[in-house]
């Protein structure tokens, strides 16, 4: 079994910075990829930001310049600076991990969501 636990979503103003959190634990023998996805109320989710084991990473534009995204395989964690927030970027955040579990089975496992509110 997998879960990804994220954390660090809230109220911001304009213009502020969030730093997101996502642990995946359980039965993982390896995570290629991380990433984050955002569904803002009545849009489709849509890729924010993504990071395979190497560290090579991967932006939309909508946030490419102000959100980075990083993460601690030891740790199995991946995080996402968002800094220079607009209001465009309240969305419910989801975190989502392409890995190899114990038992060598491909999956893709997904967060609950945490929320990301910016305004003043």
């Known amino acids: 079994q997998v879960q990804l636990v994220e954390s660090g979503g809230g109220l911001v103003q304009p213009g502020g910075s969030l730093r997101l959190s996502c642990a995946a634990s359980g039965s993982i023998f390896i995570i290629h990829t991380m990433g984050w996805y955002r569904q803002a109320p009545g849009k489709q989710r849509e890729l924010a930001a993504t990071?395979?084991?190497?560290?090579?990473?991967d932006y939309t534009d909508s946030v490419k310049g102000r959100f980075t995204i990083s993460r601690d395989n030891a740790k199995n964690t991946v995080y996402l600076q968002m800094d220079s927030l607009k209001a465009e970027d309240t969305a419910a955040y989801y975190c989502?991990?392409?890995?190899?579990?114990?038992?060598?089975?491909?999956?893709?496992?997904w967060g609950q969501g945490t929320l990301v509110t910016v305004s003043s």
């Open positions: 989502h991990a392409h890995l190899i579990t114990d038992w060598y089975d491909t999956m893709d496992a």
């Open positions: 990071i395979a084991k190497d560290g090579t990473t």
